[in-house]
């Protein structure tokens, strides 16, 4: 449906509210910065489904046809390679991750899912695989299966059932939200459109990553250098950190492994993170942690 | 001569009469904050598909740009009161609607408006004449309502028109169209019925054509201030326009905002320049330039 023309957003979601008008929002210590790191681990499938979803972000070569060696193989470094390096550094960091995790990298890598939750990583859940977005072409059968099925798939992997969602590719029809509430997840990251959490319906909050801080929109949709990416990743925290002071911000960051975990890259990554975490008042949580505190501390 | 679409008569920039601002600055600055709002389920009706991402909604679109009102609008809001910068602003009427607190901000710091259509997802370019008609009246009467002021100018929504566009808004009573990308001065829209001319907006000094791509804030600044050396330089001879078109939900970004600040204490700096806005720079020109531009360019007539 067309928007109406009346006061409020144009669905039903959530609530309209300008941050300006907000009552203010405390962090655990008064921090002024609530810092979450998401780890993204999504498998680029050998042969993608005809139907699938053709990602731009593609890497620096483009899309191939197939067997399109460069571009699987390109995405499997993360598994392979990057996801270590990044975990290393936000373990240095004392940053606990937020690791998304769609089916194919579940069951096709058990390694890693015991090796994040060895490392006390929050895992989430994302989908089926990195060519398979959530689309309102989808029926609501269908997408009921397709989100109900990775939950089960990482909550039998992991012995417990994901809290947070994050989407392929940020992929949502008009039906995700009341889906994702109905199946029991706290928390959805697909919105971008805030510096701190909100309230959506029926026990689901958005946690709102901050898109133009996504490496792979940044680096491999924009083509941003890593040199500026850093730049922005710095410059972003600095004017939320003194806007923080009033009213605390959420500073959610999407990485993704075969991007930043790349040797030329991470050196940047820890340059940015690390002047995150030189100063006071942070608080560098999980996304869970983050839902769970905002609920309860939610401001009037 | 004149080529199609016959709109505006040739008229090279080195044989026109001089023009002088009000106060004999050189540059006439206004600065347009493109306040939109993308429908979260829209209808495609023309050639332009607003969300072609994926089938409707793209959440990820869809709320990059809500964060422009909900956010990113009140940082740009500080840098600009900090400057005393009084905006001309391309709006989508449907904003003065769905959302109060960012109307009520622009009203109490007395902004100009032009029309950016109702919403930023619904185009101009398959309107019949009538529909489009009636479009000038909505937006002439939205902004009215919710503002108290006279619409005089568009930027098409999305930059979009008709063929017929300056013809109808011209009918509507509007002055000027900010969709012509050819010159550093106003100039004259040759219409069927009254006065129309073009004011100078910038689809080069514009957050949104560069953000999309892999230029980031600091090239923005660097343009900018030689944009403005340039045309300060030759606005002593003959004065020249310069626009700063922005986003909410490009600008307003935390990692972005340092640099609009930048941007403005350089301009800030120089005397000689005329803080305004296309409402004004349209009202002076058609007093005091217009009749003389239309005659001299006569002589480039093929």
């Known amino acids: ?300 | 001569m004149s080529l199609p679409p016959l709109r505006v008569d040739y008229s090279p920039i080195i044989e026109r009469p001089p023009i002088k601002w009000p106060n004999g600055e050189r540059v006439a600055l206004w600065i347009s904050p493109n306040v939109e709002h993308y429908e979260y389920m829209p209808i495609q009706d023309g050639p332009r598909n607003p969300w072609p991402r994926t089938a409707y909604p793209d959440v990820q679109q869809y709320s990059y740009r809500d964060y422009g009102n909900r956010v990113g609008f009140w940082r740009m809001l500080e840098v600009l009161d900090q400057h005393k910068v009084r905006c001309c602003v391309s709006l989508n009427m449907a904003v003065l609607e769905h959302f109060p607190e960012i109307c009520k901000a622009m009203v109490d710091r007395d902004w100009d408006y032009m029309s950016h259509g109702i919403y930023n997802t619904r185009y101009l370019y398959d309107y019949p004449e009538e529909r489009e008609r009636e479009f000038y009246q909505d937006n002439i009467n939205t902004l009215k309502r919710h503002t108290g002021k006279q619409l005089k100018g568009m930027l098409g929504p999305a930059i979009s028109g008709t063929d017929r566009t300056p013809d109808l808004m011209a009918e509507a009573g509007l002055i000027y169209h900010t969709d012509w990308m050819h010159d550093d001065q106003p100039v004259p829209i040759n219409v069927k019925s009254g006065k129309l001319i073009s004011v100078p907006y910038s689809i080069e000094l514009n957050d949104s054509a560069l953000f999309r791509l892999n230029y980031e804030a600091d090239y923005f600044v660097d343009m900018c201030k030689r944009q403005f050396d340039q045309l300060y330089k030759e606005g002593a001879e003959s004065g020249r326009v310069m626009c700063i078109a922005l986003h909410p939900f490009l600008i307003g970004q935390p990692h972005r905002i340092k640099f609009l600040d930048e941007i403005l204490s350089y301009i800030k700096s120089f005397d000689n320049v005329w803080h305004t806005t296309a409402d004004e720079i349209a009202e002076y020109y058609i007093e005091n330039y217009y009749d003389q531009a239309v005659s001299h360019a006569q002589q480039f007539k093929a």
């Open chain 1, 1 to 300: 449906m067309p928007a109406e023309r009346r006061p409020g957003t144009d669905h039903e979601h959530h609530e309209w509210s300008p941050i300006s008008t907000r009552g203010k929002l405390s962090w655990p210590n008064n921090a002024r910065v609530a810092l979450c790191v998401i780890v993204t681990l999504e498998h680029t499938e050998w042969q993608p489904p005809n139907d699938g979803f053709n990602s731009a972000a593609s890497g620096g070569v483009g899309v191939r046809p197939f067997p399109d060696y460069p571009r699987y193989s390109h995405r499997d470094y993360g598994h392979r390679v990057g996801i270590f390096r990044v975990l290393d550094l936000l373990e240095r960091l004392g940053i606990k991750p937020t690791v998304v995790m769609d089916t194919q990298t579940v069951q096709g890598y058990p390694y890693l899912v015991q090796h994040c939750l060895g490392r006390g990583c929050e895992i989430i859940g994302h989908g089926e695989s990195a060519s398979q977005m959530i689309s309102g072409d989808m029926s609501l059968e269908q997408e009921t299966e397709f989100i109900r099925s990775a939950i089960d798939v990482l909550k039998k992997a992991t012995g417990s059932a994901p809290k947070g969602w994050f989407g392929t590719d940020y992929g949502e029809s008009e039906r995700t939200p009341d889906i994702l509430a109905q199946l029991g997840i706290s928390y959805v990251c697909d919105w971008v459109n805030d510096e701190q959490p909100y309230e959506m319906k029926d026990g689901l909050f958005a946690l709102p990553t901050m898109l133009e801080l996504d490496d792979q929109f940044t680096m491999s949709n924009r083509r941003v250098t890593i040199d500026r990416y850093a730049q922005m990743l710095k410059d972003g925290f600095d004017v939320m950190y003194r806007d923080g002071a009033e009213n605390g911000r959420l500073l959610a960051i999407n990485i993704h492994p075969w991007l930043s975990g790349q040797p030329f890259r991470i050196g940047y990554l820890e340059e940015a993170l690390g002047h995150m975490m030189g100063h006071d008042g942070v608080w560098a949580a999980s996304g869970s942690e983050i839902i769970d505190w905002y609920r309860s501390n939610m401001p009037v």
